[in-house]
Structures are given as structure tokens and as C-alpha cells.
């Protein structure tokens, strides 16, 4: 999947300050996280989405990336209802569908796909250099913005060695069964991916102390907050004062 596969638009979105994008993404996860009213949460909803929109989006990436995390509220839906104690809304022999349930399964599943959404149009809309130099504009700690950059950029590097070790172990014969040799076989390319992953960090790191890397990232051009990033800072700031009186 491509990570920066919304970042390429040219709306008012994209152009905006990345800090502003990321001091108010943290915000609003924040405040939709703490907050317990569905009413409320599903109001909270309609600003990813109006971003979205005029970011102009691909509804279709869209929906895949809410496809993955909706999958897995799926397994909520499914045993929240009949976990939680309270009112009884409906029976199927001995299992009982509680109202309480409901509603906490319903309030995690806004404010999962609220915050998702909100990631998406903000982070989602700016490449990650940018978010990078963006975190240490924002006084981040280095190893912080280091970790986060490194992960970035070298997760494709492993995603690729680990469908090389899969389409060795392919050419072997294997073939994934439930039993004791596959288990122990995806152990093994565990570990292998591990391995090659270290000993790559290794030389990775000692080529960077051959380009005379110290731990620090030098900052060469420094961000200007415009009219258009102010004016959404104040948008921003009264829809949240919005959702707090309500």
C-alpha cells in the first residue's frame, strides 16, 4: 500500500502548514478520544470529512484504508454486545444483545473512522520529508523524528526481502497447511527477516557515519505560516470549542 498515495494533490489542503496539520490532528484525536456522547462523536465526524472533500481524495483509496480498520471493529461488534451488562434489546436463544453494548460499540466506531478520516485528509495530504522537517520545526526529540523517518523509509526494504524469503521458501515446495511444519517454517522466516533486517541496519548506519551522519539532521529552509494557515487554525479552534459546549 502506498503511504503517500494522497500526498500528490494540489488543493488548499495540501498547501497548508504541516505543523498546523499535525498540532491540530493531535488535537482533535484528543478530544474525540476523551469524549463518551455518540451525538456529539458523529458531529465530530463531518470535518475529516468535509477535508476530504475538499482535498478532493480518491473516494476508492479511501474506502480501502477504512476497509482495514473497520475489519478489525468488526470483531467488536461481535462480542461487545453480549459481553456488556445492562438493557436487554433483543435474544437469540442463549445469547442476549445488550443496549449498552451497542452504544460503546457504535461510539468506538466513530471515533476510530473519525480519527482515520482526520489522518488521512491532514498527515495523509503532506509527504513524509515534509512531516519530518515539520516535527523537528516542532521541537520533537531527535530519536523520535530519527525513528519515525527510518521506519518510513526502509519498511518497503523489509516488505520486499520478506516476499523474497516467501517465494524462495514457494520454490522449495511449500505449501502453508495448519500444522507443525508450517508453524516452524513461518518461525524460521520470521527470524531470517529479523537477521537480515539487523545486519542491514548495521552497514545502513555505518554508511552514515562514513558521510560524517553525528545524530542530527540540519534544517535549511524554515516554514512561514500564511493566511489560509491561520484562518483554518481559527476554524479549527472554534469547531472544537463547538463539540466541548455540546
Known amino acids: 500500500m502506498d503511504m503517500e498515495a494522497f500526498a500528490s494533490g494540489d488543493s488548499w489542503v495540501h498547501h497548508l502548514d504541516p505543523r498546523v496539520k499535525i498540532v491540530f490532528t493531535l488535537v482533535f484525536s484528543v478530544v474525540v ?8 462523536t458523529a458531529l465530530s465526524l463531518s470535518l475529516p470529512v468535509l477535508l476530504i472533500i475538499c482535498a478532493q481524495l480518491e473516494a476508492r483509496l479511501v474506502l480501502a ?29 442463549p445469547l442476549s444483545i445488550q443496549r449498552e453494548g451497542l452504544l460503546q460499540a457504535a461510539l468506538i466506531t466513530l471515533k476510530s473512522n473519525s480519527i482515520i478520516l482526520m489522518v488521512m485528509a491532514l498527515l495523509g495530504t503532506s509527504p513524509i520529508f515534509t512531516l519530518v522537517h515539520a516535527m523537528s520545526h516542532l521541537g520533537i526529540p531527535d530519536k523520535l523524528v530519527h525513528l519515525f523517518f527510518f ?41 531470517m527477516l529479523l537477521v537480515r533486517s539487523f545486519d542491514r541496519a548495521q552497514r545502513i548506519l555505518q554508511a552514515m557515519k562514513c558521510r560524517g551522519f553525528a545524530g542530527k539532521f ?29
Open 218 to 246: 540540519y534544517i535549511l529552509h524554515h516554514y512561514e505560516m500564511k493566511r489560509s494557515d491561520y484562518a483554518f487554525a481559527g476554524s479549527s479552534i472554534a469547531f472544537g470549542i463547538v463539540l466541548l459546549a455540546v
Open 151 to 191: 521506519c518510513f523509509r526502509y519498511i518497503h526494504v523489509i516488505q520486499a526481502e520478506y516476499h523474497r524469503l516467501h517465494n524462495a521458501m514457494k520454490m522449495r515446495g511449500f505449501r502453508p497447511r495448519t500444522d507443525m511444519h508450517t508453524y516452524r517454517s513461518y518461525a524460521y522466516l520470521v527470524g
Open 33 to 40: 478520544a476523551l469524549n463518551n456522547n455518540v451525538h456529539v
Open 65 to 93: 484504508r477504512l476497509a482495514i480498520v473497520n475489519g478489525f471493529i468488526l470483531f467488536i461488534w461481535m462480542f461487545l454486545p453480549l459481553t456488556t451488562e445492562g438493557e436487554t434489546v433483543y435474544t437469540l436463544g
